[in-house]
């Protein structure tokens, strides 16, 4: 019989899972509760693009729970580009991935894979959405209730942490495909074309149900042109809309994407919402503290590919402090400790992303330089694993300009 404490996780996802097959490998009871079956989640629509960078992927690998590395197609590198007023290419550049690419898997094959693999190896998984009435009951039996949740409904027991929170509303509309028939230009990579003033749209591989395919997203300023997806609902009419969307605002791409088709009925999403912080522990009525992870408690936009990445990390932080907790309780107090220590990290993904969504004249002209510095290219690719090395710059102008002066100084002295 296990002298481990037992340890319940509502909310399968990316984070719930990376805790729980975390947990069992270390020879923990962990209890994990799904809202829906890992067939309902392989049949039904996309809900993320979930591209890892580098640092989550080792996390990963690390974890024993990489099971994609050879058949998840490699984004090599990351290729910006900021599209002119004139509807052309203003600049473009390049910088690879290190230590190795990046690769995004289709929750509809990761998650599934994932659960099944949990209950094989003995795990106590359970089918309901978990309300407030299940919650109680599965925190009186666990010494310790995570919730990894999402965006779900039940996320509104942890209160908001308005200091923590830099916008009230959505910042982009966001909608995806994934499509076959994708036209290359180069080697696989994350390419992200910045329209300023109207949104962001992205082209990478995914790995999804039918084998290696591409995907497209669009993220449309709010009221903007590229906020231009309701009422869209067939998927013959997303195919239809992500084409005019790319014919119109990247017209040098038109002829990559005139072939694209859908991977099937399901590769389509659309939506909005608000980024979030939350308090990390929530009191149930019956006194009794559960703790919140991930996109539960810390929820960013898209834009900037981080919360995957956030949800991994968060994983391996929890999962180290209930190891290192070694018997003793998990009070309110470790609660807070455990979100503080998460937090040390995910507050400059959180502060990239919504800087990014404003995008201030510095972070346009740190983007820029990227034409002029080999360094400052590769910083902007490398920082996307460990975004506090955007910082200073990322969110001063004046730390920014000192930034780009020594290495564009540094590029000509080179030159
Ligand atoms: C369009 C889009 C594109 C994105 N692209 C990227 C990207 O390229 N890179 C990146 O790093 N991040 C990306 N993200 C963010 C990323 O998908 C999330 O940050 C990540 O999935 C968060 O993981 P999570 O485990 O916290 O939540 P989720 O993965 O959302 O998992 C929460 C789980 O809890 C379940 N659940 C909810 N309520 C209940 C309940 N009451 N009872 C039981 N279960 C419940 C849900 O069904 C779900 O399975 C994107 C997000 C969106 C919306």
């Not at 942490?161 to 982009?172: E, N």
């Not at 749209?201 to 497209?216: K, R």
């Not at 072939?259 to 929530?282: F, M, Q, S």
Request: proline share 6%; aromatic share 10%; net charge negative.
């Amino acid at each position: 019989m296990s002298t481990k404490p037992s340890i319940a996780i509502i909310g399968a996802g990316h984070a719930g899972l990376v805790l729980a097959l975390g947990l069992q490998d270390k020879g923990y009871q962990v209890t994990l509760v799904s809202d829906r079956t890992p067939a309902e989640i392989a049949t039904g629509r996309i809900t993320s693009t979930q591209l890892l960078y580098p640092a989550a992927r080792a996390i990963e690998r690390e974890l024993g729970l990489d099971f994609w590395q050879e058949s998840a197609p490699p984004a090599h590198d990351l290729q910006v580009t900021v599209a002119a007023p004139d509807g052309d290419v203003d600049f473009t550049w390049t910088a690879p991935y290190q230590p190795g690419p990046s690769s995004s898997v289709d929750y509809r094959v990761r998650i599934p894979y994932w659960l099944n693999m949990f209950r094989r190896r003995g795990g106590r998984l359970f089918h309901v959405a978990v309300g407030l009435e299940e919650l109680e009951s599965i925190a009186a039996s666990h010494d310790l209730t995570v919730m990894s949740t999402g965006k779900g409904e039940i996320g509104r027991l942890f209160e908001k942490d308005k200091a923590r929170c830099t916008y009230d509303t959505p910042q982009r509309y966001i909608a995806a495909v994934y499509v076959d028939g994708l036209r290359r230009t180069q080697r696989l990579s994350t390419e992200v074309t910045a329209i300023p003033g109207t949104g962001e749209v992205f082209f990478f591989p995914v790995l999804t149900i039918t084998g290696p395919a591409d995907l497209l997203m669009f993220e449309g300023c709010i009221g903007g042109p590229l906020d231009c997806w309701d009422g869209i609902d067939s998927p013959a009419d997303y195919l239809k809309q992500a084409k005019t969307v790319v014919n119109k605002f990247m017209p040098w791409a038109a002829d990559r994407v005139a072939d694209v088709t859908l991977t099937d009925d399901k590769a389509v999403l659309r939506g909005c919402y608000p980024p979030i912080v939350r308090k990390p522990v929530a009191t149930l009525p019956s006194g009794r503290k559960v703790l919140g992870m991930a996109d539960l408690v810390v929820l960013n936009d898209p834009i900037t590919g981080e919360g995957a990445n956030n949800a991994v990390k968060c994983a391996k932080t929890y999962l180290d402090a209930i190891v290192e907790r070694d018997g003793e309780p998990f009070d309110e107090e470790w609660m807070n400790q455990t979100f503080d220590t998460y937090w040390d990290y995910v507050q400059w993904a959180t502060a990239y992303t919504n800087i990014t969504l404003a995008g201030p004249q510095h972070v346009r002209d740190l983007v820029r330089a990227g034409t002029k510095s080999q360094v400052i290219r590769q910083w902007h690719a490398d920082s996307r694993s460990v975004p506090e090395n955007f910082f200073p710059a990322w969110g001063d102008a004046a730390e920014a300009e000192k930034f780009i002066a020594r290495h564009t100084a540094l590029a000509t002295t080179e030159s």
